[in-house]
């Protein structure tokens, strides 16, 4: 089994709805972020959490919420979805006590806002 | 002006081929340094890290010269499963990657 999955794996969701895409791990990291990835555009944070109470805003978070249930559980929600945030998104995770600049990366979330 | 930024190719070259490629990176801060490689679409994966002195994984060098920021990848003897997009990756602290958009690599038979 993959240590990272992510879902939905593909959404279609029309402008105005509100969207969760979820993100769980079984590598044991306490760190974890969201990313999104558009063509021509390196990946680009949203928010990242260090722990369950440590939740902090990454370059782009605005239009977006995260919600870290529990260690192995990052969610990101979309509140009002745009067209603009049709993109590609990944969620990781890192261990600092191990390779602390590796982060290990989901299969992503392909999302289509119409 | 970007963080990092990367030729974004595609560098077409035929099996046995060598293939390089830079990026450049803007702040000189920069603690560390990667090359990530992304199969089409598909996630990211850490194929390794650059360190000053330069390194070698098998057929990969991996290159850095701080005082022009600039790192680099080589591949020698190119396989057809070397084939992917190759993210340069720096480190500005212990938690923050910034991701350059990408050199897309295309073996070809």
């Known amino acids: 089994d993959a240590d990272v999955t992510q879902t939905p794996r593909n959404r279609i969701t029309k402008t105005g709805k509100r969207i969760m895409l979820e993100c769980s791990q079984t590598?044991?990291?306490?760190?974890m972020y969201w990313y999104r990835q558009d063509p021509g555009l390196g990946l680009r944070l949203i928010y990242y959490?260090?722990?369950?109470?440590?939740?902090n805003k990454g370059e782009i978070s605005d239009g977006y919420s995260v919600s870290r249930q529990a260690q192995a559980k990052f969610s990101l929600s979309l509140e009002s979805a745009i067209p603009n945030q049709t993109a590609l998104y990944f969620c990781?995770?890192?261990?600092?006590?191990?390779?602390?600049?590796?982060?290990?990366f989901g299969p992503g979330t392909r999302l289509t806002v119409t | 002006r970007k963080e990092v930024e990367q030729d974004p190719g595609p560098f077409n070259v035929p099996e046995g081929a060598t293939v390089a490629f830079n990026c450049t990176y803007s702040?000189?801060?920069?603690?560390?340094f990667f090359w990530y490689r992304q199969d089409c679409r598909k996630e990211p994966k850490l194929l390794m890290s650059?360190?000053?002195s330069g390194n070698e994984d098998g057929r990969f060098t991996a290159q850095l010269n701080r005082a022009s920021q600039y790192i680099s990848l080589l591949i020698r003897d190119s396989k057809l499963s070397d084939s992917a997009t190759y993210l340069c990756?720096?480190?500005?602290?212990?938690?923050?990657?910034?991701f350059g958009a990408g050199t897309t690599v295309t073996v070809r038979a």
């Open positions: 990781a995770t890192s261990d600092p006590g191990q390779r602390p600049y590796e982060q290990y």
């Open positions: 590598k044991g990291h306490d760190r």
């Open positions: 959490s260090f722990d369950v109470k440590d939740i």
């Open positions: 702040n000189s801060a920069s603690q560390s």
């Open positions: 650059v360190y000053s």
């Open positions: 990756v720096v480190n500005l602290n212990d938690y923050k990657l910034s």
